[in-house]
């Protein structure tokens, strides 16, 4: 029988994964990875195909002292009430965080979830994003940081 973990411990988990993580996982090929082996925790949310999904996002952001580009991959997992009701969703973010030099101006923005009930695996899905024209453009950028944080919406 496997060990299902509070949704409330997700936070706490992944930054523990980012604590054994090589210094290659800094990058977006390592952010995947990160993303994989955050994935293989199990937590205690409800049978249902749309509680436990990820989100992949990038773009250029407004909301740091330094122009910004960020390349984030979210598990969203759904918090119930003690009467087993929908109360919230959290979104764990593994965000990379680079500098907004000008190939990256261009590049816009873009934003796509994966959901169990999808027709790809979710592995089929991070090996896509894998393959992305975003990875090979960022491939040979520095991150100024990758941070792992929590949001609830």
């Given at each position: 029988m496997s060990h299902k973990w509070p949704v409330e411990s997700a936070l706490d988990l992944a930054t523990a994964l980012l604590g054994e993580a090589p210094l290659a996982d800094f990058h977006p090929s390592g952010l995947i990875a990160l993303v994989r082996r955050f994935?293989?925790?199990?937590f205690d949310v409800p049978n249902l195909p749309d509680v436990d999904g990820y989100l992949l996002q990038?773009?250029?952001?407004g909301w740091f002292s330094e122009p910004t580009f960020v390349l984030s991959l979210a598990r969203q997992l759904e918090l119930v009430g003690p009467a087993g009701e929908h109360d919230a969703y959290i979104q764990v973010q593994f965000e990379l965080r680079l500098?907004?030099?000008d190939d990256l101006k261009a590049v816009g923005s873009y934003s796509e979830w994966w959901f169990p009930g999808d027709e790809k695996l979710f592995d089929v899905w991070l090996e896509s994003i894998g393959r992305a024209p975003i990875m090979g453009i960022l491939a040979d950028k520095v991150p100024r940081e990758?941070?792992?944080?929590q949001d609830q919406v």
């Open positions: 994935s293989e925790i199990e990038y773009g250029k952001v500098p907004l030099v990758l941070e792992i944080w």
